[in-house]
């Protein structure tokens, strides 16, 4: 539930559901590439909670703490300081072999695979930190999948995206304090 929410919060931008609504209007095999979309989130939500699992076995409860703090912040800072997406017009033509690697390599290392490892390095239960981050991408990207890629720049979004961003500096934090046993 953790994942879920964090992800959730941390794609509050609608980066990923903008990226993704432009491929869907502009590619002829829309359903093939939602399926090449979801499944790169899903590779790389297995990779990063493989990692945290086995991070949880070899890291005390209070570095992994930190842990998520780090991916909290960094995740409310990427929300502050939104970057425009680099068009790639090779994505909207290419065959789907060559839009399902670059769905891949671009989604390596992104802010919501950096919280599913974390989250899943505190409690070693990589397949529901997956499972969660998943569902809160999907979430996420719902409203830019129905309502179009100019969504994200209505003011209502963009203070959903300030709100966001103040909820996960809020959580980073109290999860710091936690880990140098502040509060309880």
């Given amino acids: 539930m ?11 931008d609608g980066r990923s559901g903008t990226l993704l609504s432009r491929l869907v209007s502009a590619r002829s095999d829309r359903r093939v590439t939602v399926g090449i979309a979801f499944s ?3 590779v790389n939500a297995v990779i990063a909670a493989t990692a ?9 409860q209070g570095v992994a703490a930190l842990l998520v703090t780090l991916a909290m912040l960094s995740a409310a ?3 502050l300081c939104p970057m425009k997406p680099a068009s790639d017009a090779g994505a909207n033509d290419g065959p789907p072999v060559m839009l399902a690697g670059r769905m891949l390599a671009n989604q390596f290392g992104d802010r919501s695979h950096f919280l599913i490892g974390a989250l899943a390095a505190t409690s070693g239960a990589g397949q529901w930190a997956a499972a969660g981050g998943l569902v809160g991408w999907t979430l996420a990207m719902l409203p830019f999948l129905a309502f ?8 209502g979004a963009r203070n959903l995206r300030w709100a966001a961003a103040a909820i996960l500096i809020f959580w980073g934090l109290r999860n710091a304090l936690g880990a ?3 509060i309880g």
């Fill in 148 to 155: 179009g890629p100019r969504l994200a720049e209505r003011r």
């Fill in 2 to 12: 953790l994942a879920l929410v964090a992800v959730l919060l941390a794609n509050a």
């Fill in 52 to 60: 945290g699992a086995i991070a949880n076995a070899m890291i005390g």
């Fill in 40 to 42: 790169a989130f899903i």
């Fill in 180 to 182: 140098f046993g502040m």
């Fill in 77 to 79: 800072v990427a929300l």
